[in-house]
């Protein structure tokens, strides 16, 4: 079976922290994701990657950065939390595949608290 | 701009009833791919079908059904005779580009509680 896994379950951090949340996936895939959950507005993506080193933006990459030094491992990282960032973080990955498809495997998601 | 519409934000019915969740859809693409998860009180989201496309198929998985319909770009979900255990908040994606190699794009979801 594929896993992802999150670091933490839970987190709280205070606001100007520097917040690192790790992602590692043990399936070999190409495909590293991050989304954020918020009520109301279901997941939307932050970063993704498909390669060791590469890193695209999502849709609301602000405030954040990524790291993805080793294929297994995709990290997000809060450069200066601030409390609009409280909120779900979900890491999900894929393979790459030939033409299809595969669907994305996603982690059981931290909840980050800023206070 | 892709966007994925679940316009039911919560619904409720009794345990035995059928209850179909509605997903609506724009892209450009002249091929994507289409998903449902569902994400259970744990919090972790599980994966339940994709479709592509090209194929309109309707597909069956015992008490699951969906529906893909192109021209009207919909992508319904119906659960048959409904279970405790189908509580969730259910959510319809679209993939970006590169066959969704660039992420997916999620509708808001769709909160089902089944009542005993």
């Known amino acids: 079976d594929v896993k992802v896994t999150q670091s933490s379950r839970y987190l709280v951090k205070r606001t100007g922290e520097k917040v690192f949340l790790e992602c ?3 399936m070999d895939h190409e495909n590293m994701f991050w989304y954020r959950q918020d009520p109301g507005l279901g997941l939307r993506l932050i970063y993704f990657s498909y390669d060791v080193k590469m890193k695209e933006k999502g ?23 601030s409390t609009n960032q409280t909120s779900m973080y979900l890491c999900a990955s894929s393979l790459m595949g030939t033409g299809a498809y595969t669907e994305a495997f996603f982690g059981q998601g931290t909840r980050l608290t800023v206070v | 701009a892709q966007k994925v519409t679940q316009a039911q934000t919560e619904i409720s ?15 450009r693409d002249t091929t ?23 194929d309109e198929q309707n597909e069956i998985s015992g ?3 969906w529906n893909f319909q192109k021209s009207t770009s919909s992508f319904n979900f119906t659960i048959t005779a409904s279970q405790v255990v189908d509580s969730a908040v259910y959510f319809c994606a679209l993939s970006r580009a590169r066959g969704g190699a660039d992420g997916l794009t999620f509708g808001k979801g769709t909160h089902l509680i089944i009542q005993p």
Request: contains cysteine; proline residues 4%.
């Open chain 1, 59 to 81: 849709d609301i990459p602000e405030g954040y950065s990524v790291s993805r030094e080793k294929k297994e491992r995709f990290s997000l990282i809060l450069e200066s939390a």
């Open chain 2, 63 to 65: 008490r699951y059904s």
């Open chain 2, 32 to 54: 994507y791919y289409l998903f449902w998860y569902k994400q259970p009180p744990s919090g972790e989201l599980v994966f339940l079908i994709r479709r592509n496309s090209f």
């Open chain 2, 13 to 27: 019915v009794v345990e035995k009833e059928d209850v179909t969740l509605d997903c609506v859809y724009e892209t």
């Open chain 1, 24 to 26: 590692v996936q043990d």
